[in-house]
């Protein structure tokens, strides 16, 4: 396989699972489309002459690529030069029910709140967990792209792993009952009604906020149902503006006044209880998302 036509078909053939990988590896739909890039340019310099698998150089390529810029994050996040706030972006489709085949597509991402501890783990970490964990990539494969042993690149996934356990709640599989969930709670925020409110939060509920450096003042986090509770009443009078969507596969919605997005909040459901809720409030990512259709 070492024509530019095989090349470009293979590229493409495996550029939906490249992008996957790159996403979960990055957080950033810019950065995972701007690593597949990197990954063509290289793997059109090199061709395929002698690679004995394709598929996993091209691999090789892209996660490299992610390593370097995880990297070079951790480096500017030392530096103080990102937000103490980051929520990952967010995979938008339509409310649930509304398009049974991009559901689907949707029902097999990872959720936005896992996302998040995703991006706090080490870069070494991160790489060994999702390519292990999430892509079924052996060990002895993943230990040359970090320069480590088999048995060292285990330990890292192990330990990722543990991070992933102990602060990522897996969420309930009906996506229409994580929606009842979350109506409800927009129903109680609405009314006022601090009992319906509390009711469906988790005693050990989360509240994370990205404003951006433009919005300041919406970047936060939040501990526990009064916090929260509080938090939801202060946005009340934004109820009317809420449109239902699903985001990374569950419940969400989208908050846009006169049809201009505001806010994208992703809500984490388990045992019928709100355990996370995730919101991307920077006008800047959120003027690059793509948005599906919505009411005004």
């Given at each position: 396989?070492d024509g530019?036509?095989?090349?470009t078909g293979l590229f493409?053939r ?14 950033s739909l810019?950065e995972?489309?701007d690593a ?6 290289r793997a ?5 002459s002698?690679?004995?698998?394709p598929?996993?150089?091209l691999?090789t390529v892209?996660?490299r690529t ?6 070079a994050?951790?480096n500017?996040?030392?530096d ?6 980051h929520?990952p972006?967010?995979l938008?489709?339509?409310?649930a029910g509304?398009d ?5 597509v949707l029902?097999?991402?990872v ?6 501890v995703?991006?706090?783990?080490p870069?070494a970490?991160?790489?060994?967990f999702v390519?292990?964990?999430?892509f079924?990539?052996?060990?002895d494969?993943?230990?040359?792209m970090l ?5 060292a ?6 330990r990722?792993r543990r991070?992933v ?7 309930d ?9 979350v109506d409800?709670f ?10 319906a409110l509390?009711?469906v939060?988790?005693?050990d509920v989360?509240f994370?906020?990205?404003g951006?450096r433009?919005r300041?003042q919406?970047?936060?986090t ?14 009340s009078?934004?109820?009317?503006f ?7 596969g569950?419940?969400?919605v ?7 997005p505001?806010?994208v909040m992703a ?5 019928s209880?709100?355990?996370a809720i995730?919101?991307l ?10 948005l599906?259709?919505?009411?005004g």
């Amino acid at each position: 396989m070492d024509g530019g036509d095989d090349l470009t078909g293979l590229f493409e053939r495996e550029r939906p699972r490249l992008r996957a990988v790159a996403y979960r590896m990055l957080g950033s739909l810019a950065e995972a489309d701007d690593a597949l890039q990197d990954a063509w340019l290289r793997a059109e310099r090199a061709g395929l002459s002698g690679v004995e698998n394709p598929v996993g150089w091209l691999t090789t390529v892209v996660v490299r690529t992610c390593l370097n810029r995880l990297r070079a994050r951790t480096n500017r996040r030392e530096d103080g030069l990102d937000e103490a706030v980051h929520v990952p972006d967010p995979l938008l489709g339509p409310a649930a029910g509304a398009d049974p085949e991009q559901e689907a597509v949707l029902a097999d991402s990872v959720g936005l709140a896992l996302m998040v501890v995703l991006d706090t783990l080490p870069p070494a970490e991160r790489l060994a967990f999702v390519l292990h964990d999430m892509f079924a990539v052996p060990f002895d494969e993943i230990a040359p792209m970090l320069e480590r042993s088999p048995a060292a690149t285990r330990q890292l996934a192990s330990r990722g792993r543990r991070r992933v356990a102990g602060q990522a709640v897996e969420p309930d599989p009906d996506v229409r009952a994580q929606r009842a969930v979350v109506d409800a709670f927009f129903a109680a925020s609405r009314d006022g009604d601090l009992d319906a409110l509390v009711a469906v939060l988790h005693p050990d509920v989360v509240f994370r906020s990205d404003g951006g450096r433009s919005r300041p003042q919406m970047s936060m986090t939040l501990h526990g149902p009064a916090a929260v509770s509080r938090q939801a009443f202060t946005a009340s009078r934004l109820s009317p503006f809420v449109h239902p969507i699903l985001v990374n596969g569950a419940a969400g919605v989208v908050v846009a006044p006169h049809g201009t997005p505001q806010f994208v909040m992703a809500f984490t459901v388990r045992d019928s209880l709100v355990v996370a809720i995730d919101v991307l409030a920077d006008p800047r990512r959120l003027a690059e998302l793509e948005l599906p259709p919505f009411g005004g």
